[in-house]
């Protein structure tokens, strides 16, 4: 399979993520341990039979990075599926989107990298955009959703991504593969407590089970398989670009299939935040460029 058609079908399944998880009737944090628990199961019975990994990389440095950014993943997951309840997938999506804008934020102070007129621009605009999106939310009252909680459960996401990009500038010579099945296994850990603590896990329904193994197994592992094996063969940039068909899929599928429409202040709102987050993921905040780890 062509590598740009691996990427683009990762996109589109990661762009499709919101609408399983809105139809499955359990709290965010169970939603990402299942998540989280059936990915790592796969993964890790496919590095059985292939055996990509290299223990012998996995320095005591490397480990204590992916375990954090594991923990940062799985909490990542539990505020976007949050997101997901409270707001549109469109608000969702953009708001979460701003992750490459906090990279840039923040790598003056993390990766000691300057903060260029380029990179500032790409802050202004995206802060430009929420505010649209905030803007048009506040005139639109809908008793069925409290947007500004969600937008705020967005961001938070967004901030918990973009410091697993930043910690990715940290790992040495471990390939996607070798750092998703640590990640996606310091994920689970993190959160069993969290669900032991709750002294429930029901999967009550056929609907929420099915709909759990889709996004365990076809938006987590298989389009994790695809995206990393696709990276070896296609060129880092264009595999940047192609990565904006997952909020753009975002948005044609809830316009389809859950009926949602977006204003006119919301799709400028969102062109701005996207139109920065591509400038800011194109600058030199990605000198070292990180693994796509993720949304979705």
């Given amino acids: 399979m062509n590598s740009s058609f691996k990427i683009i079908i990762s996109?589109?399944?990661?762009?499709?993520?919101?609408?399983?998880v809105?139809?499955?009737n359990l709290p965010s944090i169970e939603i990402a341990f299942l998540r989280a628990v059936i990915a790592s199961t796969i993964f890790i019975l496919s590095n059985l039979v292939t055996k990509k990994t290299n223990f012998k990389k996995y320095s005591k440095k490397n480990l204590i990075i992916l375990f954090i950014s594991g923990i940062a993943i799985g909490f990542n997951w539990v505020l976007l599926f949050q997101a997901y309840k409270f707001t549109t997938i469109s608000n969702s999506t953009l708001s979460y989107y701003f992750a490459p804008v906090f990279v840039v934020l923040l790598s003056p102070i993390v990766l000691k990298q300057k903060l260029t007129f380029r990179k500032l621009l790409s802050v202004v605009g995206a802060m430009i955009g929420l505010f649209l999106i905030l803007n048009n939310q506040s005139n639109v009252p809908n008793i069925a959703y409290n947007h500004i909680k969600g937008i705020s459960y967005g961001l938070g996401a967004a901030s918990l991504y973009a410091s697993v990009m930043l910690f990715n500038n940290y790992i040495e010579d471990l390939s996607g593969f070798e750092r998703t099945i640590i990640q996606l296994s310091a994920a689970s850990l993190v959160l069993l407590p969290f669900i032991l603590s709750r002294h429930e896990l029901h999967v009550d329904s056929y609907k929420n089970l099915i709909f759990i193994l889709i996004i365990g197994i076809v938006h987590t592992a298989m389009a994790y398989l695809l995206y990393f094996s696709a990276l070896k063969d296609i060129n880092v940039q264009n595999a940047a670009v192609l990565?904006?068909?997952?909020?753009?899929?975002?948005?044609?599928?809830?316009?389809?299939?859950?009926?949602e429409s977006m204003g006119t202040c919301q799709i400028a709102g969102g062109i701005l935040i996207l139109?920065?987050?591509?400038?800011?993921?194109?600058?030199?905040a990605y000198e070292k460029k990180s693994t796509k780890v993720e949304n979705t």
Wanted: net charge neutral; no cysteine; glycine share 4%.
């Fill in 11 to 20: 996109m589109v399944l990661w762009g499709s993520l919101g609408l399983f």
């Fill in 22 to 24: 809105k139809n499955i």
């Fill in 243 to 259: 990565s904006y068909l997952d909020p753009i899929s975002a948005l044609i599928f809830s316009t389809i299939f859950l009926h």
């Fill in 275 to 284: 139109f920065s987050a591509f400038t800011a993921e194109n600058s030199k």
